[in-house]
C-alpha cells in the first residue's frame, strides 16, 4: 500500500444475463435456426456479400486488412445507395445514410466522406471501420457454408456454394461488374448509373431467376450438412404452421404460442417440441427475472436497506400456509393463457402470486417430462435451466410454500445474482450488481429489464418472404408447392 486511494469505476453496465439463465436458451435456440442471426436482415444481402468476395478473391485480391476494410465500407456504401432507391426497401445497412444521400440535390452523389476513416464515426455511412459485413454476415455466411478464411492470408473467401451463388447473383446485373467496382473505388455516382443499379436491391430478386433458386436450396439446408438439416426442420415446421393457419400471417409472437398451446404431431414434431423446449426455458428465465425485480422492489423503500432474512420475510408474508405443490396447482389452475400469465407476471408491480403463475403451469404441465426438456437444455455445472429449477421445485413440493419461496428467492434468485455479478466483476471488470450488499444489509440499485428473448424467428420468416416461400407471414402457392415436393 502507498497510501493512495483509488476508485473503481462503476459506470453503468448493465449487464444483460443477471441470473445466467439466458445464455443456455440463447444456445439451443441458435441450433435450431444456424446460419443467421436477428442482425442478418435479408437473405439476398448474402449473395451480395458472396459477390463482392468472390470478386476480390479472384480480381482485386486484396490481403491487407486496412485496404479490405475500406473496400467493404465503399462497395457497401454504393449498394446501399443502389437499393434505397426501391420504394420502402428494408434491411439494408446504412440506408439512413443513402435516404439522406438521395434526397441531395445535383446528378453525382459523392460518399468518399462517408466512407473515410478520417471522418468521425457518427458522420460515416456506419460507425464500424469494419462496415457491416465484418460483424454482421460473415460469422453467420462462414455457418451456412458460403465463406470460409484464406490459410494465406486470412481474408474470406467463397466456398464453392459461395462461388455458385455469385455467379448466378452476378448474372442478374445490370451494370458490368467492374464499373460497379470502379464507382465504389471512386466514391461517387452519378444517378443515371445508380438507376441502373436498382436490380441489386433485396427486393428486387427474381424468385424464377438461378439466384432465387440457390437462394432457396442454401436457405432451406438442401445440401445437407448437420446445421443446415437442423435449420430445414425448424423452417419446414414454420411453413406448416402457415399452411394450417391460412386466416392470419405467421410471426414470432404468434409462432411462440402456437407452438406452446397445440401438441407435437406429424411431420414436424420434433422440430414443434424443440421450439416448446424454447419457450418453456425462456419464459421460466424471464420468470425468474421478474422474481428479481420483485425483491429490488422490496427493497428500494428501505433507504438503509434490508437484511436478507427481513427481505425474504416480506416477500413471503403473503404466501398460504401450505405445501408448495398445493399453492403451485392453486396458482396454475387459472383459465389464463400461459401468454397471458406471462403477461401478467410481467406487470409493473406484479404480486408474487402472479409472478409465480407461469412457473406453477409449466411445473404442472412438465413436472412428468423434465427428461424431455434434458435432451434440449441439458444440465452442466454451475448453470440453472428449466431442467434445473422445475426439478429444485419438485424436489420440495411437500415443503411448507413459504419456507421453499424463501429458499428459491434467497438461493435461486439473489444468491445467484451476486454470484453472476461478482464473477462478471472479476473477470471482465464490468459493474452489473441490481443489489448491493454492505454490513449484511441489500440495497436496491437498478431494475432488470425482463423481456422474452429474440429466437431468430422474425428473421426467419423475412428469409422465407424473401425466397418466395412466404408473403408477409402467408404461405405462396411455391411454398405450398414446396410443403407439397417434400
Not at 330 to 355: F, M, V, W
Request: glycine share 8%; with cysteine.
Amino acid at each position: 500500500m502507498d497510501g493512495q486511494a483509488e476508485w473503481t469505476e462503476i459506470g453503468a453496465s448493465s449487464g444483460l444475463d443477471h441470473l445466467a439463465m439466458l445464455a443456455p436458451v440463447e444456445a439451443f435456440y441458435q441450433s435450431l435456426l444456424p446460419g443467421f442471426s436477428s442482425v442478418t436482415t435479408r437473405m439476398r444481402n448474402y449473395a451480395f456479400h458472396a459477390w463482392w468476395i468472390t470478386r476480390n478473391a479472384r480480381t482485386t485480391k486484396i490481403t491487407s486488412k486496412k485496404a479490405f476494410h475500406e473496400h467493404t465500407r465503399r462497395v457497401e456504401a454504393l449498394y446501399a445507395l443502389a437499393s434505397a432507391q426501391w420504394n420502402r426497401e428494408t434491411g439494408i445497412a446504412g440506408a439512413r445514410f443513402a435516404l439522406d444521400k438521395l434526397a441531395e440535390e445535383g446528378d453525382i452523389l459523392a460518399f468518399r466522406s462517408e466512407t473515410s476513416l478520417e471522418t468521425p464515426a457518427d458522420l460515416r455511412y456506419l460507425g464500424p471501420p469494419a462496415g457491416d459485413f465484418q460483424g454482421t454476415y460473415f460469422g453467420q455466411m462462414r455457418e451456412i457454408g458460403l465463406l470460409a478464411r484464406a490459410a494465406r492470408h486470412d481474408m474470406p473467401v467463397p466456398t464453392k456454394d459461395g462461388e455458385r451463388l455469385a455467379k448466378a447473383y452476378e448474372a442478374a446485373l445490370p451494370i458490368a461488374p467492374e464499373r460497379f467496382f470502379e464507382i465504389a473505388k471512386a466514391g461517387q455516382v452519378s444517378r443515371v448509373e445508380l438507376a441502373m443499379m436498382l436490380p441489386m436491391a433485396p427486393s428486387a430478386l427474381d424468385q424464377d431467376g438461378e439466384e432465387a433458386r440457390l437462394l432457396r436450396e442454401i436457405l432451406m439446408g438442401e445440401g445437407g450438412s448437420e446445421a443446415g438439416l437442423a435449420r430445414r426442420a425448424s423452417l419446414l415446421a414454420i411453413l406448416e404452421i402457415a399452411r394450417k393457419t391460412d386466416s392470419q400471417p405467421v410471426s414470432e409472437n404468434m409462432l411462440r404460442w402456437w407452438w406452446m398451446d397445440h401438441s407435437p404431431d406429424g411431420h414436424h414434431a420434433e422440430a414443434h417440441a424443440a421450439w416448446q423446449h424454447y419457450q418453456v426455458g425462456d419464459m421460466l428465465r424471464v420468470s425468474y427475472e421478474n422474481l428479481m425485480n420483485h425483491a429490488i422492489l422490496g427493497l428500494e423503500d428501505a433507504s438503509e436497506g434490508l437484511l436478507v432474512p427481513e427481505l425474504i420475510g416480506d416477500i413471503i408474508s403473503d404466501v398460504p400456509d401450505m405445501p408448495l405443490g398445493e399453492w403451485l396447482d392453486q396458482l396454475s389452475a387459472s383459465n389464463q393463457s400461459l401468454h397471458d400469465l406471462q403477461n401478467a407476471g410481467r406487470a409493473e408491480g406484479a404480486p408474487l402470486g402472479a409472478i409465480m403463475a407461469p412457473i406453477a403451469r409449466l411445473w404442472a404441465e412438465w413436472r412428468f417430462r423434465i427428461d424431455e426438456l434434458e435432451g434440449s437444455l441439458p444440465t452442466k455445472p454451475g448453470h440453472q435451466t428449466c431442467v434445473t429449477e422445475l426439478t429444485w421445485i419438485e424436489h420440495r413440493r411437500r415443503e411448507p410454500a413459504s419456507k421453499a419461496m424463501g429458499q428459491l428467492i434467497y438461493e435461486r434468485v439473489l444468491r445467484r445474482h451476486l454470484e453472476v455479478a461478482a464473477r462478471k466483476f472479476r473477470l471482465q471488470g464490468s459493474y452489473t450488481y441490481l443489489v448491493e450488499l454492505e454490513h449484511a444489509r441489500l440495497r436496491a440499485r437498478s431494475l432488470i429489464d425482463a423481456n422474452p428473448s429474440g429466437p431468430r424467428l422474425s428473421t426467419a420468416i423475412k428469409f422465407l418472404d424473401d425466397v418466395g416461400l412466404l408473403s408477409k407471414g402467408r404461405l405462396t402457392d411455391r411454398g405450398r408447392d414446396y410443403l407439397e415436393a417434400v
